[in-house]
């Protein structure tokens, strides 16, 4: 299975845009970017999810690089309630776009947003 | 849409007794996971229901495990002869895959954190 890197740790001041990195070097073809947050003390939430283009959501944008081997999740401006770990999945799909649905999580990024 | 709810919120055992967790999925979801989390760790996953069928289960699922889904509806998992290593919280997701659907979201309860003494 192709792995994930992110940083371990990030931090955001209030209103300001924030900019959270992941590396999957090993991405295949049908490799969906999928990106879930888990905020204390809860179980982890679907933010954002995309294939090849750009995508944009009520909550995040997700920029992926063009040879696919890295995304960037956007988070416009961020609010102390998006403090949280971050996580950034890859899942299978398959040629007819459905995909495998099994979620392998890493260790994530820690955001911490300073008022 | 009342969301995935897990019962009990918390369970305290003491070794070698037996566990059942439950777990309320989305009413129309097809599919039902079970991950365990342990402190500062990323959730792992265990097995995976798609309606009643048992379609995957982890190495991380030894013998002690037990998982069911009975009707397709709720789930049920089993820990039997608790170990001290149990000790985590257990997450079940639902989602609603289609064929051909790209999305597979999946929603998460909050959680069963189990303690065994």
């Known amino acids: 299975d192709a792995k994930t890197t992110q940083p371990n740790s990030m931090e955001s001041n209030e209103e300001e845009p924030v900019h959270l990195p992941c590396n999957h070097s090993?991405?295949?073809?049908?490799?969906?970017i999928h990106w879930y947050r888990q905020l204390p003390s809860q179980g982890p939430e679907y933010v954002i999810h995309?294939?090849?283009s750009n995508v944009n959501n009520r909550m995040a944008s997700l920029a992926i690089a063009e040879d696919r081997k890295s995304s960037t999740l956007i988070l416009h401006r961020a609010t102390l309630r998006d403090a949280a770990v971050y996580y950034c999945i890859l899942i299978k799909g398959n040629a007819g776009g459905t995909s495998y649905g099994k979620l392998t999580f890493g260790q994530g990024t820690i955001l911490t947003v300073h008022p | 849409d009342t969301g995935v709810s897990q019962d009990p919120r918390h369970k305290i055992t003491k070794r070698g007794q037996n566990v059942t967790f439950r777990c309320d999925p989305i009413?129309?979801?097809?599919?039902l996971y079970w991950y365990r989390q342990t402190l500062g760790q990323g959730p792992e996953f265990l097995t995976y229901?798609?309606?009643?069928?048992?379609?995957?289960k982890s190495r991380l699922l030894s013998d002690r495990f037990s998982a069911e889904r009975p009707k397709g509806s709720f789930s049920t998992l089993e820990i039997q002869r608790t170990e001290q290593g149990d000790s985590a919280m257990y997450l079940c997701?639902?989602?609603?895959?289609?064929?051909?659907?790209?999305?597979?979201?999946?929603?998460f309860g909050p959680g069963t954190r189990l303690t065994v003494l």
């Open positions: 229901f798609q309606n009643e069928a048992q379609l995957e």
């Open positions: 009413s129309e979801h097809n599919r």
């Open positions: 995309g294939l090849t």
């Open positions: 997701a639902s989602s609603l895959q289609l064929t051909g659907a790209t999305e597979g979201k999946q929603y």
């Open positions: 090993t991405i295949s073809g049908t490799d969906y």
